[in-house]
């Protein structure tokens, strides 16, 4: 009889744990939001050593966030972005002589994965958000190309694998129905992380540098309640 006591009690202890599982799980499930974003970048690198401008990329992922109160999320994003450089230059022929001006196209190609809190204002349709987080990038490759006479090298092992970033936003959501809304925003990233790798061999060349982007992003999302 005792055995067939410890035998009930562990079997109902078993499923209680099940349904405690369940009901959390559920719980959890009924705050999340999945969604997909699309967007263009407008970044530049601030390098130690010359001036810059700024050029546009894409960007594009997928995001999941959490409802931690009526207002409040906790984000988590998984993004492919390109962001760069672009750099005026002067075209000389054999000789030395100036024949004109071009510019150099330089991209990094990263996935980045940028985590926020972000905050829903009031309870109207339109909904005015702000957001606040870290991001964390992967470089994938580095390229720089002057379009105008089909010319690409890649430097990527002179650049830093990954890169630190801070970002805060604003932007706008409005429903889509009952289950889904649309949300358009824009961010500033500022690069923390010194984007110089290995040295180039090249003592007059220099990489030393941060990013800063200006992203502009529009999706869909899809509410799990």
């Given at each position: 009889h005792f055995n067939s006591r410890i035998m009930i009690f562990r079997t109902l202890t078993f499923l209680l744990s099940i349904v405690f599982l369940l009901s959390t799980a559920t719980s959890l499930a009924q705050k999340l939001t999945l969604g997909l974003n699309a967007g263009a970048n407008l970044s530049t690198i601030r390098y130690d050593a010359y001036d810059?401008?700024?050029?546009?990329?894409?960007?594009?992922?997928?995001?999941?966030?959490?409802?931690?109160?009526?207002?409040?999320r906790l984000r988590l994003e998984a993004l492919g972005e390109?962001?760069?450089?672009?750099?005026?230059?002067n075209l000389t022929d054999a000789n030395g002589t100036a024949i004109g001006?071009?510019?150099?196209?330089?991209?990094?190609d990263?996935?980045?994965v940028p985590v926020m809190l972000q905050y829903a204002f009031?309870?109207?349709?339109?909904?005015?958000?702000?957001?606040?987080?870290a991001s964390w990038g992967f470089l994938i490759e580095e390229t720089q190309e002057i379009p105008n006479v089909n010319y690409?090298?890649?430097?990527?092992?002179?650049?830093?694998?990954?890169d630190l970033s801070l970002f805060t936003g604003l932007g706008l959501e409005a429903p889509l129905g009952s289950m889904a809304s649309f949300q358009i925003q824009g961010r500033t990233v500022i690069g923390l992380t010194d984007l110089e790798g290995k040295k180039p061999e090249n003592p007059v060349a220099s990489y030393a540098g941060?990013?800063?982007s200006f992203l502009l992003m529009a999706g869909v999302q899809l509410h799990i309640n």
């Open positions: 810059t401008k700024f050029k546009v990329g894409p960007t594009a992922g997928i995001h999941i966030s959490w409802r931690l109160s009526e207002n409040l390109r962001k760069g450089a672009r750099q005026e230059i001006t071009d510019y150099i196209a330089q991209h990094l990263y996935f980045t009031g309870k109207k349709t339109w909904k005015p958000i702000a957001c606040a987080g690409g090298v890649h430097n990527t092992p002179y650049f830093k694998k990954s941060t990013n800063l």
